[in-house]
């Protein structure tokens, strides 16, 4: 496994896509790091403290129905559903790029992830891209925080 500290940084959407277009079975994690969750490689559902068998993450891959349509667009809809977590989990989140196997699917039904390979952090360069990509897209779509007030 690589550590944190040697994993290399995706500095624009572009060179992300590139990545993504190349391979198959990416996805994006949002948490402190691979150093921090591939010791047991679980993660937990925050409603019941139950463990997942294993890791929640999206998946990057582009699905044969989206054509010919940009790539950007897809991988920036993807970071930005979930862009909203650092401010409301923990600041030390940060999005993280691996390549895995889906095993099973948790009560999001959220992917959940084994065999994880760690590629990269995603800067938050990147996150901004995304945001300005979504922004100008001619439908509304909010992140997948949820209304506490609910």
């Not at 998946?59 to 993807?78: F, K, M, S, T, Y």
């Not at 995603?122 to 891209?129: A, K, M, P, T």
């Amino acid at each position: 496994m690589s550590t944190t500290a040697s994993l290399p940084t995706f500095t624009s959407l572009n060179e992300l896509t590139r990545l993504v277009t190349s391979r198959r079975g990416l996805y994006v994690r949002w948490s402190r790091g691979p150093q921090h969750d591939l010791p047991d490689a679980t993660s937990t559902d925050d409603l019941t403290g139950m463990k997942l068998p294993g890791l929640s993450a999206s998946l990057l891959d582009i699905e044969n129905w989206w054509g010919n349509r940009p790539a950007p667009i897809w991988v920036a809809r993807r970071l930005y559903d979930y862009c909203h977590l650092p401010g409301v989990k923990d600041p030390r989140t940060r999005p993280w790029v691996l390549q895995g196997s889906e095993t099973a699917r948790g009560p999001d039904n959220e992917p959940l992830v084994t065999d994880v390979e760690p590629l990269g952090w995603i800067s938050d360069y990147v996150i901004d891209e995304a945001r300005h990509i979504v922004a100008e897209q001619p439908g509304h779509w909010g992140s997948l925080d949820r209304d506490e007030t609910a």
